[in-house]
């Protein structure tokens, strides 16, 4: 059965880093897109990015653009999010979510991984 | 991008028909037929339950369907159990290869 694992959260200090990371399993990684999603506290689902199947592609909403990078390795079945310049406002917990196929929903969820920024 | 438009809250009784609608513009709903409708019960994991507006994947109950009329996507749960209490968020493809959220609809069976 599809399983997505992430891991890397913490409590971290505004203007700091980190590097999240998904395990999956039970599908072929190689052939679907992945998403990152967020939702803080008491708060509703924000999308944060996508990328392609090969990698190649990869898209960002507004609010994390040029502070986030999402990346994939096929070759170890992992995708990972790397943010940069941390705010408050960044304290959610992450998910890593699957394609159905391109374009579309989203068919497949991680628990999530909670990153707080706090000071 | 802003989020797509829901209304915060829906309550029916049992076996009941409610319908959530889901706001957008021409920029993602309106124009892409790549909408997807969400149930998240509290704590726990989202659960996909329409893609491309009208597909439900399989293991889904036939009590739940989609359709679209302009910038408004719709969700349909027919027959209203009480494990459908939760939160409801549709998702749309945009003009930017991007998705986006909507709002989210807070469904509570009286």
């Known amino acids: 059965q599809v399983q997505l694992v992430e891991s890397g959260g913490g409590v971290v200090q505004p203007g700091t880093s980190l590097r999240l990371s998904c395990a999956a399993s039970?599908?072929?990684?190689?052939?679907?897109?992945m998403h990152w999603v967020r939702q803080a506290p008491g708060k509703g689902l924000e999308w944060v990015a996508v990328i392609s199947s090969d990698g190649n592609n990869k898209y960002y909403a507004d609010s994390v653009k040029g502070r986030f990078f999402i990346s994939r390795d096929n070759s170890k079945n992992t995708l990972y999010l790397r943010m940069n310049n941390l705010t408050l406002d960044d304290t959610a917990v992450y998910s890593c979510?699957?394609?159905?196929?391109?374009?579309?929903?989203?068919?497949?969820w991680g628990q999530g991984t909670l990153v707080t920024v706090s000071s | 991008q802003s989020a797509l438009t829901q209304t915060a809250s829906v309550s029916g009784y049992p076996e009941q028909s409610i319908t959530i609608s889901c706001t957008g513009t021409s920029s993602d709903v309106g124009t892409y037929n790549y909408v997807s409708w969400y149930q998240q019960p509290p704590g726990k994991v989202p659960k996909l339950l329409i893609y491309?507006?009208?597909i439900r994947p399989s293991g889904v109950s036939n009590r739940f369907s989609g359709s679209k009329s302009g910038n408004t996507a719709s969700l349909t749960i027919s027959g209203l159990q009480p494990e459908d209490e939760g939160d409801y968020y549709c998702c749309s493809y945009t003009n930017s290869a991007t998705r986006v959220f909507g709002t989210g609809t807070a469904v509570t069976v009286l």
């Open positions: 039970g599908f072929t990684f190689s052939s679907f897109a």
């Open positions: 491309d507006v009208t």
């Open positions: 979510a699957k394609d159905v196929r391109s374009l579309t929903g989203m068919d497949h």
